[in-house]
T-cell receptor, first 113, second 111 residues
Framework: DAGITQSPRHKVTETGTPVTLRCHQT?????MYWYRQDPGHGLRLIHY???????DKGEVSDGYSVSRSKTEDFLLTLESATSSQTSVYFC????????????FGPGTRLTVT | DAKTTQPTSMDCAEGRAANLPCNHS???????VYWYRQIHSQGPQYIIH???NNETNEMASLIITEDRKSSTLILPHATLRDTAVYYC????????????FGTGTSLTVIP
């Protein structure tokens, strides 16, 4: 399995509070991604990074920001959490070689009350 | 924006081959076919990918038709731990692009 960890694995927070989720990789892969998964919507891309300090928006980026100051870490921040951001969040990495299969972390279950 | 069509659900007897079909009739020449699976509450797991030729690895085989409009994922000897949702995805080989997972096929392996 690819060396990807996510923290925290579970979090309950209140509406309006800031939340930061962390994705850490030990594979030295160039690309990192944040997805969210909700019933009836499958996985949707929030943001991705193609290098240190290089990020871009995905399909559902509103309300989220990201940062990548080191190759191994990709942070997802909810500046002011809302109930609609209750979801399971997955981080993924890709090495940039070949056709670019992505490897996923174990997920973070976030509940906003 | 899924470009694939898969059956919603399938059953397979334990120990038998599981054959999961996928239709991707609008696939472009530079798009690969990828298969992932997701076991309940876990992150998606990469299984296999292919462009034109059939592929095999330790997990599965991928059979792509000559016109590339459909493919089949084969799990040769299904076990109970293969019960999962299986996703067929077509995508240009550009690692900046996201994977559109669609709804997949829910495979249940029956004892």
């Amino acid at each position: 399995d690819a060396g990807i960890t996510q923290s925290p694995r579970h979090k309950v927070t209140e509406t309006g509070t800031p939340v930061t989720l962390r994705c850490h990789q030990t594979e030295n892969h160039r690309y990192m991604y944040w997805y969210r998964q909700d019933p009836g919507h499958g996985l949707r891309l929030i943001h991705y990074s193609y290098g240190v300090k290089d990020t871009d928006k995905g399909e559902v980026s509103d309300g989220y920001s990201v940062s990548r100051s080191k190759t191994e870490d990709f942070l997802l921040t909810l500046e002011s959490a809302t109930s609609s951001q209750t979801s399971v969040y997955f981080c993924a990495i890709s090495g940039g070689q070949g056709p670019g299969e992505q490897y996923f972390g174990p997920g973070t279950r976030l509940t906003v009350t | 924006d899924a470009k694939t069509t898969q059956p919603t659900s399938m059953d397979c007897a334990e120990g038998r081959a599981a054959n999961l079909p996928c239709n991707h009739s609008t696939i472009s020449g530079n798009e690969y076919v990828y298969w992932y699976r997701q076991i309940h509450s876990q992150g998606p797991q990469y299984i296999i990918h292919g462009l034109k030729n059939n592929e095999t690895n330790e997990m599965a085989s991928l059979i792509i038709t000559e016109d590339r409009k459909s493919s089949t994922l084969i799990l040769p000897h299904a076990t109970l731990r293969d019960t999962a949702v299986y996703y067929c995805i077509v995508r240009v080989a550009n690692t900046g692009n996201q994977f559109y997972f669609g709804t997949g096929t829910s495979l249940t392996v029956i004892p």
